[in-house]
C-alpha cells in the first residue's frame, strides 16, 4: 500500500485538490463491502487491546480517528474502518443542504505538509445524511459533527442546531457542537459564552448525548475559558481541540499560504498539542487532540498532553492510507519504551 501511493500521489496532487479528494472518495466508496475491503482491514488495522480506549462512553479499537471534514456526507466510514481507524466523525452537517463557497475553496501547501480550505460547510444536509447514517455497518464509533446553515442568524442557532441533531442522532455515536467553523458566515458571533450556552441548553434540552465542543485555536485564553466553564454547567461529555486556524505561522512556504481559509496540517502541530494541554490541565471530562497529526510522535504527544484520542484529516493527505497502521504501530512501540502497559496510561502524563 506504502509503495503504491507513492505511485498514485503525484496523480492525485496533478489535479485540484477538492477534485482530487472526491476520486479518493468514490474509490473508497466502490470498496465497501467487497473482498477487497476485508483484505485491506487485515493489513491496516492493528488489533492490540494495548490500543483500546474508552472516552464518552464510546470504545475505540485504537485512538486514532478521522477529523471531520474528510467524510462530509457520511459515505466512507466502513471504507475508513477498513484503512485501520478507531473512528470516525463525519460533516460538518447542517439542517438544510449547502452548496459550500465558490471554487476553488481547497488549496494544498504540499511543501509545508498543510491544507488551506474555505469550502464554506458544503454538505448533503441533515436528512439526507441522517438516513445514510442509519444504514452504515461499521464496528467503530462514529461521531456526527453539527454546525449552523448558512442562512440561519445567530440568534436562531440554537433551534437550528437542535433540529439537525434530530435528524442526525438515530445513526451518531457521539455528536461535536460546531461553533468555531472559520469558513462559515456567522460564526464568530456564536464563539461567546450566552451564545454557547444558549445552543448547548437546546441541544441538552433534545437529548443530544454524548456531547462534545470543538474549539478554535484562534479564540483567546479567556474565551477557552468561558467554553470550558460551560463543559462544566451543561455536563458536555468532552472536548475536541482543535478546528483549523486563520493564523498564517512564519515557517510555512508554500504560495497558497495566503489564500483566505482555515489552515491544518503539520504546521499546527506543536500550538494544537499545547491547545490540549491547556484544555486537559482545566477539565476533567475527554480531549479529543486534532492539529498536525500524521506520525506516531505526534499523536503521543497529543495523548502525553491529555488527549483521550485524537484526530487526523491532512496526514491522511500526505501519508496516505497505511497512516493509520504507521501510527498505531508506532504507538505500541512508544508505550513499551516508555514502560506504559496500554495507551490510557499514557494520557496526560505531561499536563
Request: glycine fraction near 10%; charged fraction near 25%; charge should be negative.
Amino acid at each position: 500500500m506504502t509503495r503504491l501511493y507513492r505511485f498514485a500521489r503525484p496523480l492525485l496532487f496533478s489535479l485540484p485538490p477538492e477534485t482530487a479528494h472526491a476520486a479518493v472518495e468514490t474509490g473508497l466508496a466502490s470498496l465497501q463491502g467487497t473482498p477487497l475491503a476485508r483484505v485491506l482491514e487485515g493489513r491496516l488495522a492493528v488489533e492490540d487491546e494495548r490500543l483500546a480506549t474508552t472516552a464518552f462512553g464510546q470504545s475505540f479499537p485504537n485512538p486514532v480517528g478521522v477529523a471531520a471534514g474528510f467524510d462530509k456526507n457520511a459515505r466512507v466510514a466502513p471504507a475508513l474502518a477498513a484503512l485501520g481507524f478507531g473512528f470516525v466523525e463525519v460533516g460538518g452537517v447542517t439542517a438544510t443542504p449547502q452548496a459550500g463557497n465558490p471554487r476553488p475553496r481547497l488549496f494544498r501547501l504540499a511543501a509545508d505538509e498543510a491544507l488551506v480550505n474555505r469550502m464554506g460547510l458544503n454538505n448533503d444536509g441533515a436528512a439526507a445524511i441522517g438516513r445514510r447514517l442509519q444504514d452504515v455497518d461499521v464496528d467503530i464509533p462514529v461521531g456526527v459533527n453539527i454546525a449552523k446553515s448558512e442562512d440561519v442568524d445567530p440568534g436562531a442557532a440554537p433551534a437550528d442546531y437542535r433540529e439537525t441533531y434530530e435528524r442526525v442522532a438515530a445513526g451518531g455515536d457521539f455528536f461535536v457542537v460546531n461553533v468555531s467553523c472559520p469558513n462559515s458566515q456567522g460564526f464568530e458571533e456564536l464563539q461567546n459564552r450566552e451564545a454557547m450556552a444558549a445552543i448547548f441548553g437546546e441541544l441538552g434540552d433534545a437529548g443530544a448525548s454524548p456531547l462534545l465542543v470543538k474549539l478554535s485555536p484562534d479564540l483567546p485564553a479567556p474565551a477557552i475559558d468561558d467554553t470550558l466553564e460551560l463543559v462544566d454547567e451543561f455536563d458536555l461529555d468532552g472536548v475536541v481541540a482543535t478546528n483549523t486556524t486563520t493564523q498564517r505561522p512564519a515557517s510555512l512556504s508554500s504560495p497558497n499560504r495566503l489564500e483566505d481559509g482555515g489552515l491544518s496540517g503539520k504546521p499546527l502541530a506543536e500550538d494544537a498539542t499545547e491547545m490540549v494541554r491547556y484544555v486537559a490541565r482545566r477539565t476533567d471530562v475527554p480531549v479529543v487532540g486534532v492539529g498536525g497529526v500524521s506520525s506516531p510522535a505526534d499523536a503521543y504527544a497529543k495523548v502525553r498532553a491529555g488527549a483521550s484520542v485524537v484526530q487526523l484529516y491532512t496526514g491522511l493527505i500526505y501519508r496516505g492510507p497505511t497512516i493509520a497502521r504507521d501510527i498505531n504501530q508506532g504507538l505500541l512501540e512508544l508505550l513499551e519504551r516508555d514502560g506504559f502497559e496500554d495507551v490510557e496510561d499514557a494520557v496526560g502524563v505531561d499536563v
